[in-house]
């Protein structure tokens, strides 16, 4: 079992920057793929990024290359968004979540694929 916790969000104006965080209780951590989703009010939740096991593959949506950049820690058990431009369709709450499947080698953007969630962040972006 792994628990997730997001942090880091909050309201922002439209060209800032916010790094979201997201601590996972647990040893397996470094076994996980990780991802970022969200999810908009009235809209599906969508996959923002994603991160192999050990950093070696990251995975963007269109929406946001060039703009986000996810990492992680293993020595810390944490995994990082850093949101850079943001823009005011990127509000929305942003959930972390861990896949455990394959060692966490390969990296889902499929929100089926993941085993654990966090509770979200609101992350807010003002024009």
């Known amino acids: 079992q792994v628990q997730l916790v997001e942090s880091g969000g909050g309201l922002v104006q439209a060209g800032g920057s916010l790094r979201l965080s997201c601590a996972a209780s647990?040893?397996?951590?470094?076994?996980?793929?990780m991802g970022w989703f969200r999810q908009a009010p009235g809209k599906e939740r969508e996959f923002v990024a994603g991160?192999?096991?050990?950093?070696?593959?990251?995975y963007y949506a269109d929406s946001v290359k060039g703009r986000f950049t996810i990492s992680r820690d293993n020595a810390k058990n944490t995994v990082y968004l850093q949101m850079n431009s943001l823009k005011p369709e990127d509000t929305a709450v942003y959930y972390c979540?861990?896949?455990?499947?394959?060692?966490?080698?390969?990296?889902?953007?499929?929100?089926?694929?993941?085993?654990?969630w966090g509770q979200g962040t609101q992350v807010t972006v003002s024009s």
């Open positions: 991160i192999s096991w050990n950093g070696g593959r990251t």
């Open positions: 979540a861990a896949d455990p499947s394959l060692m966490g080698t390969v990296v889902a953007s499929r929100g089926r694929e993941y085993d654990y």
């Open positions: 647990g040893r397996t951590f470094s076994r996980y793929a």
